[in-house]
Nanobody, 124 residues
Framework: VQLVESGGGSVQAGRSLRLSCTASGHIDSSHCMGWFRQAPEKEREGVAAIGSDGSTSYADSVKGRFTTSKDNPKNTLYLQMNSLKPEDTAMYYC????????????????????WGQGTQVTVS
């Protein structure tokens, strides 16, 4: 099983980035896919999740600015990030779980058994 993120970079505030996460192995459309981020000296936080049925959920801090989607034939997950802010600066990770947590409060990553290596997003 492998999750590989790409698309990170350095951008100015207000600009956009799109992250991609390509899955291989037995990760497929039946899994819950999530995006997490971790800034230096801060705890990891959930950013977005998309279930096997395509339903999505987001952290309050990114609602209205970030959108997650997936291309099942390509086994690829996306995170479109618009109106980026300096506080969005972090390492972003994609992860897979058998099911999405029942509520956002439980979106701490504990249920996610597969993780990518991360891609850095820096907003100045």
């Amino acid at each position: 099983v492998q999750l590989v993120e790409s698309g990170g970079g350095s951008v100015q505030a207000g600009r956009s980035l799109r992250l991609s996460c390509t899955a291989s192995g037995h990760i497929d459309s039946s899994h819950c896919m999530g995006w997490f981020r971790q800034a230096p000296e801060k705890e990891r936080e959930g950013v977005a999740a998309i279930g096997s049925d395509g339903s999505t959920s987001y952290a309050d801090s990114v609602k209205g600015r970030f959108t997650t989607s997936k291309d099942n034939p390509k086994n690829t997950l996306y995170l479109q990030m618009n109106s980026l802010k300096p506080e969005d600066t972090a390492m972003y990770y994609c992860a897979a779980a058998s099911e999405c947590p029942p509520e956002w409060a439980a979106m701490d990553g504990a249920d996610f058994g597969y993780w990518g290596q991360g891609t850095q997003v820096t907003v100045s």
